[in-house]
C-alpha cells in the first residue's frame, strides 16, 4: 500500500529516467546493519522515505482540501463562467458543511467531467471563433464563457482537478 502513490505517479507525470533513479534509490536504502524481517518497522527505513510516506498520508487524510485547491487554482487559471461554479460550491456549500456530503462529491466531479467535455468539443477548427481570425479581445463572448481555442487543447488545471477529484473519490471508497 505505501509504494501504491509511486506507480500512480510515474503513471500520471512524465519523469525523466533520473528523477526516477532518484526516487527508487532513497526509497529503497537500507543501513548497513539492515535485517530482514517480516514486519518492517518504520523507524529502519531512510529519512526520506518517511518524509515521503507522512506527507502522501497527510494528503491522503486531508484530500477535501487538496481539492479545493485544485477548483481554486483551476478557476484562477481559467477565469471564465464554465469554471465558476466550482469556486461558488466551494465557498457557499463545502466550507459551511462539517463534512461534505457524498453527493456533493459526485455533483462536482460529473460537473468537471462535463465542463472538460465541452471545452474540447469547443477546440475544433470548424467554429467561426478558432479559425484564422480568431478574436484577440479578451471581454468577447467565447473568452467570457470559456470555450476559446487554447494552445494545448486541454488545461492541466483541468486535468490536475480531475485527479485531485478521482483520488479523493477512491480514498472515500476505501473509507467507507
Request: aromatic share 16%; hydrophobic share 50%; proline share 5%.
Amino acid at each position: 500500500m505505501s509504494m501504491k502513490w509511486l506507480v500512480v505517479i510515474i503513471q500520471t507525470c512524465k519523469f525523466s529516467s533520473q528523477f526516477i533513479f532518484f526516487i527508487s534509490f532513497f526509497l529503497t536504502f537500507r543501513p548497513a546493519n539492515y535485517r530482514r524481517s517480516s514486519s518492517i518497522d518504520l523507524s529502519e527505513r531512510s529519512r526520506f522515505y518517511r518524509l515521503l510516506d507522512s506527507l502522501f498520508y497527510f494528503l491522503m487524510s486531508r484530500s477535501e482540501l487538496l481539492c479545493y485547491s485544485a477548483m481554486i487554482i483551476n478557476h484562477l487559471t481559467s477565469g471564465a463562467l464554465l469554471s465558476i461554479p466550482l469556486p461558488l460550491s466551494i465557498f457557499l456549500w463545502a466550507t459551511l458543511s462539517p463534512r461534505p456530503t457524498r453527493n456533493y462529491w459526485i455533483t462536482v466531479l460529473t460537473y468537471t467531467e462535463a465542463m472538460v467535455v465541452v471545452k474540447y468539443i469547443f477546440q475544433f477548427r470548424f467554429y467561426p471563433w478558432n479559425g484564422a481570425t480568431a478574436d484577440p479581445r479578451p471581454l468577447a463572448a467565447v473568452n467570457i464563457i470559456g470555450i476559446d481555442k487554447k494552445p494545448d487543447i486541454a488545461s492541466v488545471a483541468d486535468l490536475f482537478l480531475l485527479l485531485t477529484l478521482f483520488l479523493h473519490r477512491s480514498i472515500l471508497k476505501v473509507k467507507i
